[in-house]
């Protein structure tokens, strides 16, 4: 049996960016739901100032996978000018 991985991403929008950030990230959500062991994928929490993703993959293995999927690629073309730092990502493997 594998283990379960939990993922939290924070995205920081430039001033103004917020909108464009959210609506990428609503795209990106929709594409990953469908993906293989993809058990949550949403945003809980967002403010002008800051954005947090919240996901859950079956496994590591299928993570990895997503993490060089289309629909990542796609949101950090898509994020490329609308941030003001790099993604925070915490990530737990869990028992």
Same mark, same amino acid.
Request: charged fraction near 25%; charge should be negative; hydrophobic fraction near 45%.
């Given at each position: 049996?594998t283990?379960?991985? !939990?993922?939290?991403?924070?995205?920081?929008?430039?001033?103004?960016?917020?909108?464009?950030?959210?609506?990428?990230?609503d795209?990106?959500? $929709?594409?990953v739901? @469908?993906?293989?062991?993809?058990?949550?994928?949403e945003?809980t929490? !967002?403010?002008? $100032?800051?954005?947090?993703?919240? $996901?859950?993959?079956e496994?590591?293995e299928?993570? @990895?996978? *997503?993490?060089?999927?289309?629909?990542?690629q796609?949101l *950090?073309?898509?994020?490329?000018a609308?941030?003001?730092?790099?993604v925070?990502?915490?990530?737990?493997?869990?028992?």
């Open positions: 049996m283990d379960t991985v !939990a993922v939290t991403a924070v995205f920081i929008p430039l001033d103004d960016e917020f909108f464009r950030v959210k609506l990428a990230l795209i990106a959500i $929709e594409q739901l @469908e993906e293989p062991g993809c058990l949550q994928y945003v929490d !967002a403010q002008p $100032e800051r954005i947090v993703l919240t $996901e859950r993959w496994s590591a299928l993570l @990895e996978q *997503h993490l060089h999927g289309p629909a990542v796609d *950090h073309e898509s994020l490329s609308l941030l003001a730092e790099p925070q990502v915490s990530r737990s493997d869990k028992p």
